[in-house]
Structure formats: structure tokens, C-alpha cells
């Protein structure tokens, strides 16, 4: 079964197409399509997704501040203050005041760290 991340809101959610939508469905039609696609299965995948500045760095926040920064992904709740200093090629996320910091290219062992914390492991934002 594929997982799909849907961002809404400011907030990365992770479905399963087919029970999210398809299984609740009796019938269904499709049109042909042509559009661009993206299943954002990784955090690199949704930092090309997302508008880049300031050598390379994507964020996702109100008042996230970047210094000597690049090759960054920066994420935070709307009322959340993030001052990053220093970093490249990292993944920097803060939901519900917990915060993660990893190397972009260590991404997949996300989910290993969450393990270690039933609350971060719940965040949905978080898991892969």
C-alpha cells in the first residue's frame, strides 16, 4: 500500500490513498490528465517542492530566520519563532513545541529516532 504526504495548512499529513479515499468509495470516475507530480515521500522531496532563497534553503513558517545557512529545509508552526545558525543540509521541523533536527541525508532514519518518543513519534509531520 503507497502513503501519499498531503500538505494543508502548513501541516505535511501521511495517507494511504487507498484507505483515505478509495476504500470509502462505491464507484469512481477518472479524467485523463496532465499535471505535475510529486508523492513527497522525503523531506529532499518537499524542499525542491517548496520555494528556495537564500542559498538554497526552503521554509515553511512565519517567522523563521536563516543565517549562514544553505541546503536547508526549515519548518515550524505558524507562532513559532526559529533562528537557525550555521547549517548545511539539514532538516530542522518544530510541531506542538517539539522539535527535530537531522542531516537531509540521513532522512530515512527518521522515523528510527521518533522511536524513541511516543509524542514525536506521533506526529504525523514526522513519520515516512
Known amino acids: 500500500m503507497t502513503s501519499t504526504w498531503i500538505y494543508i495548512d502548513n501541516t505535511l499529513f501521511l495517507f494511504s490513498i487507498n484507505y483515505a479515499v478509495m476504500e470509502k468509495l462505491k464507484e469512481i470516475d477518472t479524467l485523463p490528465a496532465e499535471f505535475g507530480w510529486s508523492d513527497l515521500g522525503s523531506w529532499g522531496c518537499f524542499r525542491t517542492l517548496l520555494p528556495q ?23 515550524a508552526d505558524d507562532e513559532s519563532k526559529v533562528v537557525v545558525q550555521g ?42
Open 53 to 75: 532563497a537564500e542559498a538554497g534553503n526552503a521554509k515553511v513558517g512565519n517567522d523563521i530566520r536563516l543565517y549562514e545557512c544553505k541546503n536547508c529545509v526549515v519548518h
Open 87 to 128: 547549517l548545511d543540509g539539514y532538516i530542522v521541523a518544530e510541531k506542538n513545541g517539539q522539535l527535530l533536527v537531522c542531516l537531509l541525508r540521513e532522512e530515512q532514519r527518521i522515523k528510527k529516532f521518533g522511536k524513541f518518543s511516543k509524542k514525536i513519534k506521533s506526529l504525523k509531520l514526522w513519520e515516512q
